[in-house]
């Protein structure tokens, strides 16, 4: 285990903020957690993964603690449903490709997901069609209350769309490790029309003939096509979530599209159960006019307007607040929809 004090974050989230924290800790293994005297840390404590879905919103005046556990473990490899044990340090996109290497299936849409194994679970990352809690059996935690392990079934973690039981836990449970569970029966989603157009499928091919790998890499090109790389632009990628709505406001949007933007609009959207509908933020900023809007170093992205970049590579935390103030105004003067940030605030 590290402990460092007044620790630079620089390198510690992928939007490039330049901020410190008091007290910030590495550890390699869970034991390691157990061995920790909570009650002399800074406060307030929180755990972070690989720091690209954070902002800092400025200095953290606590203890932020980071996990270095990083094994990948194939528990039965014997039975069609392989289960596959990570440690929460590990890269995600690392267990993927792994998993992909091997031929299993579930894993392959996820692919490219910035950050770690642990917040993917706490976060639920998704993309194309896939939710990394359908590929998850169980996740166990260190009660931070308890100062035990625990261990949590999937029907226990409250999942919802890039929600969870630990995003409200106020840091009570950190995750040690994911057990997921791929396939080796031959299963590619391809419902996205980006995916099946980046694997150049017709709209009849059932793809019977694909691997893991040859999606994984289809979804990588598909992704770096619309995304910064934050490794060139610092960013944390989605920065709003996609508003949910009823059909009454829904069909309110299409009416104001239809007034602002002609008769011809379409908006686009995704029918969810229960009456709602899920509409692109992405779209509704587009229509804002924000594509490519400055606050200081920060801007909305122009490929992908879901995206708030650190344009000038030296945005702080306030041109980023100020830049998630204007986009929500815009969209709710426009449309009346409420958009919230998909990143945390910390
Ligand atoms: N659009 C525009 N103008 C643009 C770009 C997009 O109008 O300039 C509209 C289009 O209608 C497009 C729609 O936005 O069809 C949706 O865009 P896209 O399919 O690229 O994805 P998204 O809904 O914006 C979500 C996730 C992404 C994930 C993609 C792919 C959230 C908050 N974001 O974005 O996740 O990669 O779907 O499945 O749900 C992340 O969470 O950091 C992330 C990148």
Request: charged residues 25%; negative net charge; aromatic residues 8%.
């Amino acid at each position: 285990m590290k402990e460092y004090t007044d620790y630079d974050l620089s390198g510690a989230n992928t939007f490039r903020m330049k901020v410190r924290c008091a007290r910030y800790i590495q550890y390699d293994n869970a034991k390691e957690l157990e061995s920790i005297d909570w009650d002399s840390l800074p406060r307030p404590v929180r755990h972070i993964g690989g720091g690209s879905n954070l902002l800092f919103t400025g200095d953290f005046p606590g203890t932020l603690l980071h996990s270095g556990i990083s094994y990948v473990k194939y528990v039965d490899m014997g039975f069609d449903d392989v289960p596959v044990m990570a440690g929460a340090g590990v890269r995600f996109d690392d267990f993927v490709e792994n998993v992909c290497r091997n031929g299993l299936w579930g894993a392959e849409n996820l692919s490219g997901i910035p950050g770690e194994v642990g917040a993917a679970a706490v976060q639920n990352i998704g993309a194309y069609g896939v939710e990394v809690k359908d590929i998850i059996k169980g996740v166990v935690c260190f009660d931070t209350r308890t100062r035990s392990m625990v261990k949590f079934q999937t029907c226990e973690c409250d999942y919802g769309y890039r929600d969870s039981l630990f995003k409200h836990s106020d840091g009570r449970y950190i995750v040690t490790a994911v057990l997921f569970r791929v396939s080796r029966v031959h299963g590619p989603r391809l419902e996205y029309k980006g995916v099946r157009e980046s694997l150049g499928l017709g709209p009849e091919d059932s793809g019977e003939s694909l691997t893991p790998m040859q999606v994984r890499e289809a979804v990588m090109s598909l992704r770096n096509s619309k995304l910064p790389d934050p490794e060139v632009l610092g960013s944390a990628g989605s920065y709003f979530k996609n508003p949910v709505v009823d059909a009454v406001t829904f069909a309110r949007v299409i009416d104001i599209a239809r007034r602002e933007f002609g008769a011809d609009v379409t908006v686009p959207h995704f029918i969810l159960g229960g009456g709602m509908v899920k509409i692109p933020a992405a779209w509704l900023i587009d229509r804002c006019g924000l594509k490519g809007v400055r606050e200081g170093g920060a801007a909305v992205y122009e490929r992908q307007p879901l995206v708030i970049v650190n344009a000038s590579g030296s945005a702080t935390p306030s041109d980023v607040l100020a830049l998630e103030t204007r986009v929500i105004a815009g969209v709710r003067n426009r449309f009346g929809i409420e958009l919230h940030p998909e990143v945390e605030h910390l």
